[in-house]
C-alpha cells in the first residue's frame, strides 16, 4: 500500500507541475505516457516491444499529439487514422492485426483530446485539472469504499477485487467534488458541472474494467512494471482513458474547437 501510495504522489506531482507548464510540456507529457502506453500495448497483444507495430503505434501516438497542439484537432485525427490503418497492416495474424489496431485508436484518441482540452487557451488549465480530480478521486473513493463496505461484487468475472460499494462511492465522491469544483471555477451551472463530472466518473470506472478484460483476454496481470505497486502505465491511465473519452462525446455536441470551455461552462 505504502508503495502504491508513494509511486501514486509522484506521478500526480509530475503531472500536475507539467499541466501547469504550459501546452508544450503537457504535450510533451502526454507523447511521452502515450509512447510507453504503445511499448506496453505491444507486449500486451502481441508478446513483443520493438517491433514494426510498436514504432508505427508510438510513432503515431506522438504525431497526433504535436499536431494537436497547433490547434489542428481534424488533422491529428486524421494522422490518428492513417496510424491506425498502418498498425493493421504492419501484422500478418488476423486476431493480432485487429488488436494492434484497436490499440493505436483507443490509446490514441484521449491523448488526443488531452492535448486538446490543454490547448483551450483560456480554460485549458482548469479542464485538465477536473479531469485529474474526477478520475482520481474516482479511483481512490471505489477503492476505499469498497475496502470499507465491501459486499457483492461489481464485476467478478473481469476484476473480482470490485465490489458495487466501491462502485458507488467511487460515482459519489467525484460527483460532490464536481460541484465543488463548479463553485470554484465560477460562471457555470454547478448542477450540470456535477452531472457531467458523474458520467466522467463512471466512464472512468469502465475504463478501468475494460483494461481490466483486455488483460484478462492475455491472461495477464499487470500491463508492465514501470510503476511500483501499480504495474504499468495502462493499469494507472486506464480510468483516465475513460474519463477522456467521454468528455470528448460531451465536447463533440457542444463546441470542439473550444474543448475546455466546451467541458466546464454550462448555463
Not at 47 to 57: E, K, S
Not at 151 to 169: E, M
Not at 201 to 210: E, K, N
Request: one cysteine or more.
Amino acid at each position: 500500500m505504502a508503495q502504491r501510495t508513494g509511486s501514486a504522489l509522484v506521478l500526480a506531482t509530475i503531472a500536475g507541475l507539467l499541466t501547469y507548464a504550459g501546452l508544450w510540456p503537457f504535450t510533451f507529457m502526454v507523447a511521452a505516457g502515450s509512447a510507453i502506453l504503445a511499448w506496453e500495448w505491444g507486449r500486451l497483444v502481441r508478446q513483443a516491444t520493438l517491433d514494426a507495430g510498436f514504432i508505427i503505434h508510438a510513432a503515431t501516438a506522438i504525431a497526433t499529439c504535436i499536431v494537436a497542439a497547433t490547434g489542428s484537432a481534424w488533422t491529428a485525427f486524421l494522422v490518428l487514422v492513417a496510424g491506425t490503418c498502418a498498425a493493421a497492416l504492419a501484422t500478418h495474424k488476423l486476431q493480432t492485426r485487429a488488436w494492434s489496431a484497436f490499440g493505436v485508436l483507443y490509446l490514441g484518441l484521449p491523448g488526443l483530446l488531452l492535448v486538446l482540452f490543454r490547448a483551450d487557451h483560456a480554460y485549458g488549465l482548469a479542464a485538465i485539472l477536473f479531469l485529474f480530480l474526477v478520475v482520481w478521486s474516482a479511483d481512490t473513493a471505489a477503492y476505499f469504499t469498497g475496502r470499507a463496505l465491501g459486499g457483492p461484487k461489481l464485476a467478478p468475472s473481469i476484476s473480482p477485487g470490485k465490489t458495487w460499494s466501491g462502485f458507488a462511492g467511487g460515482l459519489a465522491v467525484p460527483t460532490l467534488l464536481s460541484y465543488g469544483y463548479a463553485l470554484w471555477l465560477g460562471g457555470t451551472s454547478a448542477v450540470i458541472l456535477a452531472l457531467a463530472g458523474a458520467a466522467l466518473a463512471l466512464s472512468s470506472q469502465i475504463g478501468d474494467l475494460v483494461e481490466s478484460s483486455i488483460k484478462r483476454t492475455f491472461h495477464v496481470k499487470d500491463a508492465g512494471q514501470l510503476l511500483p505497486g501499480h504495474g504499468g502505465l495502462f493499469d494507472r491511465v486506464d480510468g483516465l482513458i475513460g474519463a477522456a473519452l467521454a468528455a470528448g462525446v460531451i465536447v463533440y455536441f457542444r463546441d470542439f474547437l473550444n474543448a475546455g470551455r466546451a467541458l466546464l461552462i454550462w448555463p
